[in-house]
């Protein structure tokens, strides 16, 4: 930045503040959106799964994304998924952890969250879905 003689050092002064605050301005516009897509937020998905304190593990696949939330009940945890390509959502209290994920079970079908993928078991153990991770965060 090139200086300004004295005599115009407050003209010069309103600038640089109007300019850093409106450069400043346009970094948080652009982190915002930058995290608005597609990227986690600190605790779940804009628009997505979310947990209401931090999250144990945040998950996106081409297709869903994942949180798992500590929350109070005999487990402590609880499974919130959401399907991208078309916005449905579920909420499961009870999930489990072990050493492979952490594991979630509703009407028969059972939701295993583990470091590479999510996989959906369907009542007859027949496998609904299997999706590598695009996306993986734990705490």
């Not at 503040?17 to 608005?36: E, N, Y």
């Not at 605790?43 to 696949?61: I, K, L, Q």
């Not at 079908?109 to 996306?135: F, K, M, Q």
């Amino acid at each position: 930045m090139h200086t300004q003689s004295r005599t115009r050092i407050g003209a010069t002064r309103t600038t640089v503040t109007r300019f850093g605050v409106a450069a400043i301005a346009a970094a948080g516009l652009a982190t915002a959106a930058t995290l608005g897509s597609g990227q986690a937020s600190a605790d779940g998905f804009p628009g997505g799964p979310y947990c209401h304190g931090p999250v144990e593990v945040m998950a996106e696949s081409a297709v869903s994304q994942v949180v798992i939330c500590p929350v109070q009940g005999p487990t402590g945890w609880a499974y919130r998924g959401a399907a991208t390509t078309t916005g449905n959502q579920i909420e499961i209290w009870g999930a489990t952890r072990d050493n492979a994920g952490f594991h979630a079970y509703n009407n028969g079908y059972s939701y295993h969250v583990l470091r590479d993928n999510l996989l959906i078991l369907a009542p007859d153990g027949s496998t609904v879905s299997y999706e590598p991770w695009t996306y993986y965060y734990q705490r």
